[in-house]
């Protein structure tokens, strides 16, 4: 009767531990891994971070908002006279959404912006985050 009861209590404190174990499991969060930046682009208002799996974050400021825009970035080279200029093209796959900035070789620390034509536009240039 002793060796029944002991093993009960002993198959009691096993499960109990197992379940203790099994909800420490569920509390602990998992890590996100977050994309590595590989560039990194801004002026006094708006910020592109161009990370290594091809995706980008532009965050664009107003007087008292601001606007994130994100998805996917490809590259196309060349530009005008300049065959190793890199232009950025965000949003790519949504053709509607598409936004252009180009790198050129001999300043490779500024990014302007074109229009859609790819033409270049009046606007806020885009410096390189040292």
């Known amino acids: 009767m002793k060796k029944r009861i002991v093993g009960m209590i002993a198959l009691s404190l096993v499960a109990a531990c197992q379940h203790k ?3 420490t ?3 602990r ?3 996100v891994d977050l994309p590595e930046v590989q560039e990194l682009f801004k002026n006094e208002t708006n910020e592109l971070s161009i990370y290594k ?3 980008f974050e532009l965050i664009e400021k107003e007087k008292n908002s601001s606007h ?6 490809n ?3 060349g530009f005008e006279d300049d065959q190793d200029a890199t232009v950025y093209v965000l949003n790519f796959d949504q053709p509607s959404e598409e936004r252009y900035f180009v790198r050129f070789s001999k300043n490779d620390s500024i990014l302007f912006p074109l229009d859609t034509n790819k033409k270049r536009k009046n606007g806020s240039t885009l410096y390189r985050e040292q």
């Open 53 to 55: 799996n091809n995706t």
């Open 68 to 73: 994130t825009i994100k998805g996917n970035v």
């Open 75 to 77: 590259y196309e080279r």
């Open 29 to 31: 969060t998992s890590v």
């Open 21 to 23: 174990a099994e909800e």
């Open 25 to 27: 499991e569920k509390k």
